[in-house]
């Protein structure tokens, strides 16, 4: 379908939309209605008029839905019989099941529906969709959509059969999983990938991605001795949740957005990394994406990921770059807390270059007691407590060192910076915290005191946002317009949080939250101007009111005129 056929959709759902509202709805041309005029939906219709989803699709007109209807030929494809046993009563709940199946609620034109890569349809259940490649599910697009006044159908050459398997059995009956699924089962975690009451996301490793172990290492796996080790392992290759590659409708998030970071069920992180096509979690190349399962969904990855049982001290002890890093750590006494288990710390590690720097390379040559003082400093502006990680965070953060100093972490072009600095290795695990390698070592600023930040500070700093964002969407840039926002606000909340309501202050996190909106148009970007426009408007009444208190507070000569 080319852009003028997906905008002339669009405008025909908007007009559609606009009678509706002054329509009779018992005259409304809805989808029920639409299939019944179509003839080669007639098998469709069947299974339309039998099911409660059914008479909602015809009758009600306060709600929108994408309905993909199978049409005659492809109910042709099906067993004999298969049409016939679903209208049996006694198959009622498979009937909703697999009709429901090719129902999403809200109305989703293709220019929208494109950005998806999966579906969740009203039986919770998720479908997988590449709508460019003109594919859903083992089903293809027929070419035609039929906009409604309550939604919109979408022909498909084939039933969508909703599945019943759980992951487990998804990946038993796959075939590239043998190795994975006997241990599943050896380390009786196999209820954890069969539970029907939550949804999941299952990082699979394929039996070739087991075989890269050490022979010895992956026999040794399933030794009785080593079963808490097994267990581990099986736990972070699993995560509650749906994290989908792509975008997913029904409210769920995916991977690689901004602060946004699963945790397996074994308690570490699950670190999400995107290098040019290729994408990784805690460093196994992601190879196929978005298996839908009944429970949740499956990534197949070309690596078995091991939770880390190393400590901060030993990440950095065992990788060369980190030698003088090591070192100073030992000398300054900073090493004790980072090899303990008891805090959690993110550390961003100057590689060796970055000591030869001065007026640190003269520094660490006077390592007396002054300079030892000196150093732990520097050091200490390192270290934050808590794990903060790094490769996707929110566009500005404020983070407070162990010393008390902040410094900064942010991201632009797909690039995370801290205090200016770009990570070159962002989120190395270890079991108490991360390691980020970055080039240089932290400058510590004096930054001015935030009780000297004054409200004409934050009118100017909103009045940069908006002109900054206005020059982008005036040349169409409107995603650009949007995200720009985002970071602004963010930084904003962390700078001039104090000089607004906490009304405003909510309005703002709302409209700079990334909700992974499908079109990331002008809409977007239109309501956080809004937002700014608003926030904007605050701060310049309260500044009048200062002026205008301490105008009061003059002789009355001083204040003649105002």
Partial sequence: MNALSKLLLCLSAIFFCSDLKGANPAEAKTIGRTIREMPDLSSFLQLLEKTGIGSTLSENTSASYSVFAPTDDAFGKLPKGTVERLLDPRNDDRLEEVFGFHVKEVSEAPIFIEKYSLLRMTTRQFVGINYRNGTIGDARFLGEVIPCSNGVIYLIDKVLTPTTDDLFQRLQKDGRFTIFTKAITASRQGKLF???????????????????????????????????????IIKHHITEQVYAYGKSSGNRRSLGVSDLTPFS?????????????????????????????????????DSVILPSESSLLELIENQKRFSTLARLLKETGLDLPLASSRNTFTIFAPVNEAWEEEPYKSLIKKLDDSGTETLYGVLARHVIVG????????PYNKLRTIHGAPIYLTQGEAK?????????????????????????????????????????????????????????????????????????????????????????SNKLRNVIFDDQPVAQLAAEAWTSRNAFRDLLRELEQREDRIVDSYLMQLPQKARFGR
């Fill in 194 to 232: 069969q539970n029907m009451h939550s949804l999941y996301t299952t990082f699979a490793p394929t039996d070739e991605a087991f075989r890269k172990l050490p022979p010895e290492a992956l026999k040794s796996l399933f030794l009785p001795e080593n079963d808490e080790r097994l267990e581990d």
């Fill in 265 to 301: 069920a074994f308690g570490q992180q699950l670190n999400y990394k995107l290098l040019g096509k290729n994408a990784t979690i805690d460093g196994a190349k992601i190879i196929e994406t978005d298996i839908p399962c009944a429970n949740g969904i499956i990534h197949v990855i």
């Fill in 387 to 394: 794990k903060h990680v790094s490769e996707n965070p929110k």
């Fill in 416 to 504: 995370s910076k801290i205090s200016g600095i770009r990570i070159l290795e962002s989120d190395t695990e270890a079991f108490n915290g991360l390691v980020n390698a970055i080039g240089s070592v932290i400058k510590d600023p004096m930054e001015l005191p935030e009780k000297d930040i004054t409200t004409v500070d934050a009118i100017l700093f909103v009045q940069k946002s908006l002109q900054e964002s206005s020059e982008l969407y005036d040349k169409g840039e409107y995603e650009a317009s949007w995200r720009n926002y985002i970071s602004r606000g963010n930084e904003f909340l962390t700078k001039y949080s104090q000089f607004i309501s906490s009304g405003q």
